[in-house]
């Protein structure tokens, strides 16, 4: 199944898309096609970075889907700081020519949305989890399972777009969120989940199993 009531292109990036295009049709009236090059280059970049693709979103309640498209970076055990316990956390990173349109993981009602300013690390690293800029959504399952989801501001990223607010009844594979220019994504879920992901592994938001819930 597919949830997308969207544009190809997020309308987050509207604005972004707008101004490239009227700086290349400028610099092109005023310097030519070939002094305009660099313009549209740019147009270009901002065109894929903001690109919004429809997903097949496996008909599988118990799965852990990726919230977003990347590199697999860290799958362990570790410390959930949200829910006070110990957990099964799976990252996901992101560069600049990744989709970063985030997606919900499960179904589930968010319970809370923890907003902390911090840092602009490289995402990649280990640390960006505790150091950078993130927002966390608390997300219940409808038989009481709790699964973080942080998105994590990167290098270049400087802002984390949230499109819904506590209390959402979000559906697997809906679009929550989105962050601007390379960022990170960790997902803190029970011990006894199943992983079906390695480190180094591509993912697709929506659509690749990251781990099964019991």
Known sequence: MSHYPHPLLAREGWPFIGLAVVLSLLATMLWGGVAALPFYIVLVFVLQFFRDPPRMIPQKPNAVLSPADGRIVVVEKAHDPYANREALKISVFMNVFNVHVNRSPIKGVVKDIVYKKGQFLNASLDKASDKNERSSLVINTDNGTKIIVVQIAGLIARRILGFISANHNLEQGERFGLIRFGSRVDIYMPLDAVTQCIIG??????????????
């Open 201 to 214: 592994d591509t993912v697709i938001a929506g659509e690749s199993v990251l781990a099964s819930l019991n």
